[in-house]
């Protein structure tokens, strides 16, 4: 699950905070844990993207 929010501050620029729980069964390797919320990250970015453009 992930919960994103998109807050506009500027006119051509915009906030996005966006909160994303992962799990990861190996969290020891930081490497593993990375890659991880880099697909969340990347996730959300594109839902935050397609919200603003909806919006």
Known sequence: MYVCMCVYVYVYTYVCVCVC???CMYVYVYTYMCMCMYVCHKF?????????NSG
Request: hydrophobic share 35%; net charge negative; proline share 0%.
């Open 21 to 23: 729980m992962c799990m």
């Open 44 to 52: 959300i970015l594109q839902e935050c993207t397609t919200n603003n």
